[in-house]
């Protein structure tokens, strides 16, 4: 065996083990989910076992949990449909009609990420205090909106500015004003980075914690708040319960999966022609 | 396209506008709080100047969690990047492009989970007791380990779930980035029978180095959101060992005095800090 077959024998072991890190953890943690306490609390990792839906059932019947679930969807669509509307058409005009702020806006729009979470949500929780919308989900959707506004015109100037020239120089020849050659033209054709954008946000806004922490109490609870609730129990904990709820608080996230892959094809496929 | 028309304006005002108010109001915000002395159970605080900023340099958490912030800072990116290149280079040279794409789908998912969940299942892998990762350091040597009650593992086993999200997405990214690569000189290479470290060492990584970097840059502002990960895993115990800036901003506001004037002094500080360094940083970049 030559050295160099050698080498690409380590390198796919190495590879292999790193796929297997990556979506192991995840598979046991629903294994888990599936488990009876006491199939939980072994001093042997248990791969068999009687399955149950006990845990599923629990989390699913608990009120915090569900309510949860209903604010992460009702703020996270929200602020994600509000910042596409208001987003877009920004990120089209950075795009397409570069004046000499261009570069000072994007550069606006990406220091937002520089902020520390923290340092927003502080003042914003006693903003809202103030204004008595404090842990309401107006209050979340209005701030969340600051994340996904920034993001999707972020990801998306670069979407808009892969469509081809021509096609719009065309739509303006055969009589099409600039407002119809956005929505008719431009928008369809980079529809699918688009998407990839406005699902990236998504995951982005169903992720947050930090300021979902300092901004809710009881109301406007997200479902990472509740989750980190449940991981936070004492001493007899309900490992199986818990298991369940993260497994729930994963689910939509990891159905974009396949979404953002394809925009992250996409992104670097430009380079190549 | 230099025709005068109304669009620019009617797109762009709405948007920036409102990430203008979103924006500047809480920062504004945030540094006329520090200036007073206002906590949770007190709404109406009087300004008290700067003492709050000379408190933070005579407290020794503060000090502290500074610490504890750059430790974190180095050791995800430094570990995010290396991981990155190395697999990103395996999975270049070592299989087929369909099982490179499969792997890379993979590789994907612990970055898209939340890190509440990443989070709580290492959390529990870890666990001395019945976590799987843990399991085989028992079994061995029948002495239960545990990592994250350790001050001196605490903060490398969190900043190892970090890695974990971070280092495989990145090794996609990297991967990608090798496929846009032109091949004439690796073949070039080839023919000067240079081994393949060379050609990495030497040509490709120095053809990448421009958004290597940006690479860098980006895992730093992410690096800056630890916050999830430890309140989760070890809410900055055992003692203070994994007390980050923002964990202790979090808790001086929240969780123990409420001292929320306090705790924006520590908040404006770590906004100006990083605010100069990713100006200065982004400038070189361009």
Not at chain 1, 84 to 101: E, F, K, M, T
Not at chain 2, 188 to 210: Q, S, V
């Amino acid at each position: 065996m030559t050295a160099h077959t050698l080498g690409r024998l380590v390198g796919r072991l190495i590879l292999g083990l790193a796929a297997f890190s990556a979506v192991f953890p995840m598979f046991w943690t629903a294994l888990n989910a599936f488990k009876n306490r006491v199939d939980i609390v072994t001093p042997t990792p248990l791969f068999l076992f009687e399955p149950t839906l006990d845990n599923f059932a629990y989390v699913l019947g608990r009120e915090s949990v569900f309510a949860g679930l209903v604010n992460s969807l009702l703020i996270s669509g929200a602020a994600v449909l509000i910042g596409a509307v208001l987003g877009l058409p920004a990120a089209y005009a950075i795009a397409r009609y570069p004046n000499r702020w261009s570069r000072d806006i994007q550069f606006f729009v990406l220091s937002l990420r520089f902020l520390p979470p923290v340092a927003i949500a502080i003042p914003l929780m006693v903003i809202w205090l103030d204004f008595g919308f404090y842990d309401t989900r107006l209050s979340m959707i209005v701030t969340y909106l600051l994340l996904t506004l920034a993001t999707i015109i972020w990801l998306s100037v670069p979407a808009f500015a892969r469509v081809p020239k021509e096609v719009e120089e065309a739509a303006r020849v055969d009589g099409y004003g600039p407002y119809a050659i956005f929505f008719l033209i431009a928008l369809p054709i980079a529809l699918r980075s688009l998407i990839g954008a406005v699902a990236f946000a998504f995951v982005l806004v169903w992720n947050e914690f930090l300021i979902a922490l300092m901004l809710t109490t009881s109301d406007a609870k997200t479902l990472p708040i509740v989750a980190s609730e449940l991981t936070q129990l004492g001493r007899d904990v309900p490992w199986g319960i818990l298991n369940a709820s993260v497994v729930l608080l994963s689910i939509p996230p990891l159905l974009f999966i396949g979404v953002l892959s394809g925009m992250l094809n996409s992104a670097f496929k430009r380079k190549t022609q | 396209m230099s025709q005068k028309n109304s669009l620019p304006a009617v797109f762009l005002t709405p948007a920036m506008g409102i990430l203008a108010v979103l924006a500047l109001v809480p920062t504004a915000y945030a540094i006329y709080i520090s200036f007073q002395n206002r906590e949770l159970s007190r709404p109406d605080g009087s300004l008290v100047g700067f003492a709050n900023y000379i408190d933070l340099f005579s407290d020794r958490r503060f000090i502290n969690a500074i610490g504890v912030s750059l430790t974190w800072e180095a050791v995800t990116v430094g570990m995010t990047l290396l991981i990155a290149v190395g697999l990103g280079i395996l999975l270049f040279e070592c299989v087929s492009p369909r099982t490179r794409n499969l792997l890379a789908l993979l590789f994907l998912v612990p970055v898209i989970l939340p890190r509440v969940s990443a989070a709580f299942v290492w959390k529990f892998a870890f666990h001395p007791l019945y976590g799987i990762a843990t399991y085989p350091y028992k079994a061995i040597t029948g002495q239960p380990l545990d990592l994250l009650s350790n001050p001196a593992t605490a903060l490398a086993t969190v900043a190892l779930v970090d890695v974990w999200q971070w280092g495989l997405f990145f090794a996609v990214i990297v991967l990608k980035l090798l496929e846009t690569l032109p091949p004439q000189p690796f073949e070039a290479a080839k023919l000067d029978h240079a081994r393949t470290w060379e050609i990495y060492a030497f040509i490709a990584l120095p053809m990448l180095k421009a958004p290597l970097i940006s690479l860098a840059f980006v895992k730093m502002i992410e690096s800056l959101r630890a916050f999830d990960l430890i309140y989760v895993m070890t809410r900055g115990g055992p003692g203070i060992a994994t007390e980050t800036l923002d964990m202790y901003a979090f808790s001086q506001g929240f969780i123990e005095s409420g001292r929320i004037s306090y705790a924006s002094s520590m908040a404006v500080l770590m906004m100006i800090a990083t605010s100069i360094a990713f100006t200065f940083i982004w400038k070189r970049v361009q």
